[in-house]
Nanobody, 121 residues
Framework: QVQLDETGGGLVQPGGSLRLSCVAS????????MAWYRQAPGKEREVVASITAGGRSIYAAAMKGRFTIDRNNAENAVYLQMDSLKPEDTAVYYC???????????????WGQGTQVTVSS
């Protein structure tokens, strides 16, 4: 079994910062792409940022310059540093990973349980 465990959400004032963490554990041979998504009330889930195993990152336009994604391949972990937070960043943030469980396995999609981020004064 593979699971993703997220930590780091909470309540923060506008202009503040939060750092989200996600660690993959279980039967893992290799972790490919890792990403953060978010879903605000009444809206569809959207991608925030993604990062390849080689460290190449892509950001959604609204987060570029404010959010930073990075990963630790040795720990199967991905992080999201969020700065200059705005009320519209309020959402449940989900970790996603494409994981190969064993040699010759096809990459499988896994999701974390989600962590609430609320930006409010």
């Amino acid at each position: 079994q593979v699971q993703l465990d997220e930590t780091g959400g909470g309540l923060v004032q506008p202009g503040g910062s939060l750092r989200l963490s996600c660690v993959a554990s279980g039967s893992i041979f290799r972790v490919n792409r890792m990403a953060w998504y978010r879903q605000a009330p009444g809206k569809e889930r959207e991608v925030v940022a993604s990062i390849t195993a080689g460290g190449r990152s892509i950001y959604a336009a609204a987060m570029k310059g404010r959010f930073t994604i990075d990963r630790n391949n040795a720990e199967n972990a991905v992080y999201l540093q969020m700065d200059s937070l705005k009320p519209e960043d309020t959402a449940v943030y989900y970790c996603h990973a494409q994981i190969v469980r064993y040699l010759f396995d096809e990459p499988q999609d896994y999701w974390g349980q989600g962590t609430q981020v609320t930006v409010s004064s």
